[in-house]
């Protein structure tokens, strides 16, 4: 059996820094490769190897899987919900042919696992706002969504046509005190933090009562690798799966905030994201991943606020 070698793309990124650090404690140091286009995090520095790599250029990538002995690709590299409508070709492009790209690759090469990240932006106004189910109607009104829709079913595609195992998670917000946002509709989440503690108030992009799934980064990360790790045999969902942690809105954060800054204020400026919000579940019904694999979150809001003043710098 061969070792696991595992190439992430996309390491700098906010999901990135902290997937890379979490697989090179179960898997070494010198067996998960980091890779971007951007400078290596400072956060990744010194904790296993790094290398500078354009997903869209497929033949580097695939010198780089082979001349590395790669057996698992997690790919994280895309342009987000909010990023992308500024410029839809750009986010269609890269977020298709880069998951293309490593998919035609896996396919030869014949790697052990490939992990690609879907999004809740799959969900449009159309779908259910309350426990939106796994199976649903699905209508993104987003350039993100769409191109996270077409992939989900390109990965089905390639498990079931050439037999890569591929896996998904829908991930809904997420929450981080160690890396940025990527330009998403929910990264006010993260943004109320650093301006609670720094200045004491926060002018939300959302309006008070949008209320979104979100989840904290422990429990994102989590989910992902023991998704990963799960026997195959256990994966029913072979285009992506709902995973929950929690649903709140700006008011409702505000005022968990200020049980720790009690004179912490927040204004509401919705801006063009909001439309974008207003399209998404408010809640997921991730049923599918509890019976399949056994997904539980163990953050909810208290908890996670608690941690995130903790560990803010």
């Given at each position: 059996?061969?070792?696991?070698r595992?190439?992430?793309?996309?390491?700098?990124?906010?999901i990135g820094?902290?997937?890379?650090?979490?697989?090179r404690?179960?898997?070494?140091g010198?067996?998960?490769?980091?890779?971007?286009l951007?400078?290596?995090?400072d956060?990744?520095?010194?904790?296993?190897?790094?290398v500078s790599?354009d997903?869209?250029?497929k033949e580097m990538?695939h010198?780089?899987?082979?001349r590395?002995?790669?057996?698992q690709v997690y790919?994280?590299?895309?342009i987000?919900?909010?990023?992308?409508?500024k410029?839809?070709p750009?986010?269609?492009?890269?977020n298709m042919?880069?998951?293309?790209?490593?998919?035609?690759?896996?396919k030869?090469?014949?790697l052990?696992?490939?992990?690609?990240p879907?999004?809740?932006a799959?969900?449009?106004?159309?779908?259910p706002?309350?426990n939106?189910?796994?199976?649903t109607?699905?209508?993104p009104t987003t350039v993100?969504?769409?191109?996270?829709?077409a992939?989900?079913?390109w990965?089905?595609?390639?498990?079931?046509r050439?037999?890569v195992?591929?896996?998904?998670?829908?991930?809904p917000?997420?929450?981080?005190y160690?890396?940025?946002?990527?330009?998403?509709?929910?990264?006010?989440?993260?943004?109320?933090?650093?301006?609670?503690?720094e200045?004491?108030?926060?002018?939300?992009?959302?309006?008070?009562?949008?209320?979104?799934?979100?989840m904290?980064?422990p429990?994102?990360?989590r989910a992902?690798?023991?998704?990963?790790?799960?026997?195959?045999?256990k994966?029913?969902?072979r285009?992506?799966y709902n995973v929950a942690?929690m649903s709140?809105?700006?008011?409702?954060i505000?005022?968990?905030i200020?049980?720790?800054?009690?004179n912490?204020?927040?204004?509401?400026?919705p801006d063009?994201?909001?439309?974008?919000a207003?399209?998404?579940?408010q809640?997921?019904?991730?049923t599918?991943?509890r019976?399949?694999?056994?997904?539980?979150?163990e953050y909810?809001?208290s908890?996670?606020?608690s941690d995130?003043?903790?560990?803010?710098?």
């Amino acid at each position: 059996m061969r070792k696991d070698r595992i190439l992430v793309i996309g390491a700098s990124g906010q999901i990135g820094v902290e997937l890379t650090l979490a697989l090179r404690k179960i898997y070494g140091g010198a067996n998960v490769v980091a890779s971007d286009l951007r400078e290596e995090n400072d956060l990744l520095r010194g904790t296993g190897p790094y290398v500078s790599l354009d997903v869209m250029n497929k033949e580097m990538l695939h010198v780089q899987i082979i001349r590395q002995n790669i057996t698992q690709v997690y790919l994280l590299a895309a342009i987000l919900s909010a990023t992308g409508e500024k410029n839809p070709p750009l986010a269609w492009n890269l977020n298709m042919q880069s998951l293309l790209n490593v998919l035609d690759i896996a396919k030869e090469e014949k790697l052990d696992k490939v992990y690609w990240p879907s999004s809740i932006a799959v969900f449009g106004p159309t779908s259910p706002k309350l426990n939106c189910p796994q199976q649903t109607i699905i209508e993104p009104t987003t350039v993100y969504g769409i191109s996270k829709y077409a992939g989900e079913f390109w990965c089905n595609y390639f498990h079931h046509r050439y037999a890569v195992d591929v896996r998904s998670l829908r991930y809904p917000g997420l929450i981080s005190y160690k890396s940025s946002p990527g330009g998403g509709t929910t990264d006010y989440a993260v943004e109320i933090f650093h301006a609670a503690k720094e200045k004491g108030r926060y002018k939300s992009f959302l309006g008070a009562e949008t209320r979104l799934p979100m989840m904290y980064m422990p429990d994102a990360i989590r989910a992902t690798i023991e998704l990963m790790e799960a026997p195959a045999s256990k994966i029913k969902v072979r285009t992506s799966y709902n995973v929950a942690g929690m649903s709140f809105s700006p008011a409702e954060i505000a005022a968990e905030i200020g049980e720790h800054i009690p004179n912490f204020e927040i204004a509401y400026a919705p801006d063009y994201r909001q439309q974008i919000a207003n399209s998404w579940p408010q809640s997921i019904d991730d049923t599918s991943a509890r019976t399949d694999w056994g997904w539980i979150p163990e953050y909810d809001l208290s908890r996670m606020t608690s941690d995130m003043f903790l560990n803010l710098p």
